[in-house]
């Protein structure tokens, strides 16, 4: 049996938990405990098969990395698997790969930035001894990517050497480069701008955390933030315009079209003019991270009410939506007529990008979502969990492998709870 050993960090008490005395995970109740939280998640993330990163496409191949600490390569038309490549920790998540050269560049909680060739061989991989949630930059073959303990890098892309460092001394957001500008931010709250050789050109204070990549267009750079609000700051440092919400803003904003895209956490997807003026706003059932896409008039993004969707971007009228048996906390591109995305129910769907009607699937290497440890800022007290396979599930894989590829599998959920909830069920260990 597979188990997942429960540690309370604070208290000392440890949990076995066995994985098959648990039916389905109320999904919904896990969103709530993240909503509720008032702590990003990311790095409390575990392992599991699910999916939170957003994918890259290249030259008909879409490669994305998963809880399951792999790195995928598939056919972007059939998605047949073309390679994996294994790190030691969860990978890609809350990021993207970014490829440059024919070399895919991309982060992993392992700690390390790994450089790999298209036919998925190792070139190098720089170590930073912290987590890694970001997408990579890479401009006049320098690597710039920031890692959770505030520390920002600038590698070289050939040979993964360090340039320099630049040190904010806490968790950062991925970078921009917009006219000869680095942009990101720190959960020290504040906006960031660098030179390319990384001396500080000025910072913008900020009321909370920052959100995700920020996005430069037309002289200005926007961001998303915990404190409810998108902001406007121009390239100097000055703030032109925020937008408040009745939530916490958490994703990417996209501009396109004199029009900005981003979501907040009171379940709306949001157009603002690049004035600061409301165009329209589409409702949705839960909070969302999303990294907006556009792609022929359409703004397609993931929601954790388990749905992908495609809104008009002129209307904000709903185009359709899939939806999927978990929340998709990751987001969808669009290449050739294709959504590609992927789900915390460890499966990565391709759609067609005007219905919406699944092309294929494929799911990861594991079929038990990941568990993730919430983490709450009032009562400043954390869970750890960690995932033990056996034989039985080596078994498992082997038949499931005889199915092919792309059988259909019920995935299996488990209980995520803190002591003071957890019910105790026949087959549970508890000890002190």
Request: charged share 25%.
């Amino acid at each position: 049996m597979d188990k997942y050993i429960q540690n309370d960090l604070d208290s000392g008490v440890v949990f076995e938990i066995d994985r098959k005395q648990f039916g389905e995970l109320d999904l919904i109740v896990l969103t709530k405990e993240v909503e509720r939280s008032e702590k990003d998640q990311i790095f409390n993330v575990r392992t599991g098969g699910s999916i939170s990163g957003r994918p890259a496409e290249y030259k008909g191949v879409v490669y994305f990395g998963a809880c399951d600490h792999i790195f995928y390569a598939l056919d972007a038309k059939t998605g047949k698997e073309l390679w994996r490549f294994r790190t030691n920790g969860p990978t890609n998540v809350g990021g993207q790969a970014s490829i440059y050269n024919n070399r895919i560049y991309f982060g992993s909680f392992d700690g390390f930035l790994y450089c790999l060739s298209l036919d998925g061989k190792l070139v190098w991989k720089f170590n930073t001894n912290h987590k890694l949630a970001v997408k990579p930059l890479i401009y006049n073959n320098t690597v710039y990517f920031g890692s959770e303990d505030g520390t920002f890098y600038a590698v070289s892309a050939d040979k993964g050497a360090e340039k320099w460092r630049f040190h904010t001394g806490n968790t950062l957001t991925s970078p921009i480069i917009y006219r000869n500008t680095i942009y990101f931010g720190s959960w020290d709250h504040n906006l960031y701008a660098l030179t390319l050789n990384g001396k500080l050109l000025w910072r913008f204070p900020l009321r909370d955390e920052p959100s995700g990549q920020v996005t430069g267009y037309r002289d200005a750079i926007y961001l998303c933030c915990r404190d409810y609000n998108m902001y406007a700051v121009s390239t100097k440092g000055k703030i032109l315009w925020k937008f408040e919400t009745k939530g916490p803003v958490m994703g990417i904003p996209t501009a396109k079209n004199n029009t900005v895209y981003f979501s907040s956490w009171d379940k709306n997807l949001y157009a603002v003019s690049t004035k600061g003026e409301q165009l329209w706003k589409f409702p949705f059932n839960g909070i969302s991270f999303a990294v907006p896409f556009f792609y022929r008039n359409k703004v397609y993004f993931g929601c954790c009410d388990n749905n992908i969707y495609a809104v008009n971007a002129r209307t904000g009228k709903l185009a359709w939506r899939f939806e999927t048996n978990a929340p998709v906390p990751g987001n969808p591109i669009v290449a050739n007529g294709i959504v590609y995305c992927g789900s915390w129910d460890c499966n990565f769907y391709a759609l067609d990008a005007e219905t919406g009607s699944l092309l294929w699937k494929f799911r990861t290497s594991i079929s038990t979502p990941s568990p993730v440890d919430v983490e709450y800022a009032s009562k400043n007290r954390s869970t750890e969990s960690i995932w033990i396979p056996d034989i039985e599930e080596k078994n498992k894989e082997e038949t499931e492998e005889e199915q092919g590829e792309y059988a259909v599998l019920s995935p299996t959920y488990f209980s995520l709870e803190t002591k003071e909830t957890m019910p105790y069920k026949s087959g549970s260990k508890y000890r002190k």
